[in-house]
């Protein structure tokens, strides 16, 4: 075992001797010091268990990944939050997943859908006002090509049959009326809703769209919620390349792309923790292979385009290959613009989805350093993903706790640390570089061509601005570069 995993050993074991000793015995699988090579049994961290009851998580819960990430961006589908107002009003759109088309009228993103359960629908049940909510819905929005009914936690509790007034009206209406069966206290985080969310697309709208004339360049953009206009950005590039996008999941998506999603003569994920599901089942179904890719920064975008390509015949790759070199030079000269501003930086991520593996490489491009990562909600082939793209002796942390993530930031010093929105504010106050790394911290895009200046620009923003030596810790003013007192 290397000297620096040793070292990182011993600092977690420090750490977690705050804690009781059952908590510490459980917490202790879920923290590791990375080894590349994936060989060390001990520096493999454990994932996808429920949260310890209280030790505090900032993961979400299934009703949270079903309708907040792959429901809620299918533009010309209405989503219903069913159930009390507490839980649709917090998952009213935020994520800035931007789409096309009029609000109102045939897209629906941005709109706040609620059955607003009262006590008496506890008692006695909401069948009868859901299935009212979805007439009164089909009278407002009558361009609405389908209505997703998701549930909340207390629909599962009194046992209403949404499925039930899904199928009666949609034999009225003539367009999917899909039940989610998303409760938030299904399953151990948000990952579950994404699985839920999946399976419903599946048996409720996949192979059921029309596409009037096919191509051998047809791919499928899966696993994009096109936030700050990420799927633009990818899109633009795949289509430069030759290849023609037939469906966006689900960033920008609509009903009808995802029926006809199949089609494609390979599905491109960029999001695997949360479509993996989607298209091993068109795999297992239509035959229709499946890629990962990563677009964040040049080098993964060269390795990416080139990847692609592979699947397809000399013209696209020739034109991948002139692609990269027309873009190159830009991608060079933002490089040289602020890598000397930002090398030797340290960062340190704690986010979902992709982005605790998928960013590294833009960091680098940058001349930074990810000293520490981990998931909210990742699985084990999220983390055997992980380690060999970070460096010996990282800490690998899975669903951290605030003040493990605290501690982490007291001993290793980063420059910036990118995570959530509820980590944001207490960070702030630590007078810690911050970005927040779900919604691109309302800039954006972050992928692609368009998207590597933009994220370049954020992180030179984001570490060196003055207002960070404004801050006062304990009445005293900080020196410049002094992160929490050192």
């Known amino acids: 075992m290397s000297t620096a995993i040793k070292d990182t050993q011993k600092m977690i074991e420090e750490i977690l001797d705050a804690y009781p000793e059952k908590a510490k015995k459980e917490r202790a699988k879920h923290l590791a010091a990375n080894d590349p090579t994936g060989q060390c049994s001990t520096c493999q961290v454990k994932s996808n268990v429920k949260s310890r009851p209280g030790v505090m998580t900032v993961r979400g819960c299934a009703f949270a990944g079903a309708k907040g990430v792959v429901w809620g961006p299918v533009k010309d589908q209405i989503t219903i939050s069913h159930g009390p107002i507490g839980c649709g009003q917090y998952s009213w759109w935020a994520r800035r997943n931007y789409y096309n088309g009029q609000t109102g009228i045939d897209t629906f993103g941005t709109m706040h859908i609620t059955t607003d359960f009262q006590e008496k629908d506890i008692v006695y049940g909401g069948d009868k006002g859901l299935d009212g909510a979805l007439h009164e819905l089909k009278e407002l929005f ?78 499928a953009l899966i696993g994009d919620y096109n936030i700050g206009g990420d799927a633009w950005a990818s899109r633009k590039m795949l289509e430069e390349m030759g290849l023609r996008v037939i469906a966006q999941w689900t960033g920008d998506a609509s009903v009808n792309e995802m029926g006809i999603a199949h089609k494609s003569k390979l599905n491109l994920i960029h999001c695997y923790r949360s479509m993996n599901y989607i298209c091993r089942h068109m795999e297992e179904e239509y035959g229709t292979p499946w890629a990962e890719f990563n677009f964040f920064g040049p080098t993964k975008i060269y390795q990416s385009l080139r990847k692609i390509a592979s699947y397809f015949d000399d013209t696209i790759k020739e034109n991948a290959e002139k692609m990269i070199g027309k873009y190159k030079p830009v991608m ?99 007078g810690v570089p911050f970005r927040q790394m779900h919604s691109w911290d309302y800039s954006g895009p972050y992928h692609g061509f368009d998207g590597f200046p933009v994220f370049a620009r954020d992180m030179d923003m984001t570490v060196n601005s003055p207002t960070w030596n404004l801050i006062r810790k304990h009445g005293v003013p900080r020196k410049s570069g002094d992160l929490l007192g050192r």
């Open 142 to 219: 009558p361009l609405a090509k389908g209505i997703g009914i998701l549930s909340e936690c207390p629909v599962g509790l009194i046992g209403d049959d949404i499925e039930s007034v899904a199928r009666k009206v949609q034999k009225e209406f003539k367009i999917p009326i899909v039940p989610v069966r998303c409760e938030g206290f299904r399953g151990v985080s948000q990952s579950l809703g994404h699985h839920i969310a999946n399976d419903t697309i599946r048996d409720h709208v996949l192979g059921k769209g029309r596409l009037d004339k096919t191509t051998p360049y047809d791919v």
């Open 332 to 430: 060079d000269k933002v490089i040289e613009q602020f890598k000397p501003k930002l090398e030797g930086k340290k960062v340190m991520l704690y986010v979902g989805g992709l982005r605790p593996r998928h960013t590294i490489g833009a960091y680098e491009d940058l001349g930074m350093e990810v000293i520490a990562s981990g998931y909210e909600f990742g699985h084990s082939d999220d983390y055997k993903r992980t380690y060999p793209v970070m460096k010996e002796g990282a800490v690998i942390m899975d669903d951290a706790t605030l003040y493990e993530m605290e501690e982490f930031t007291r001993r290793l010093k980063p420059d910036m640390v990118g995570s959530g929105i509820k980590e944001k504010y207490s960070y702030h106050k630590l």
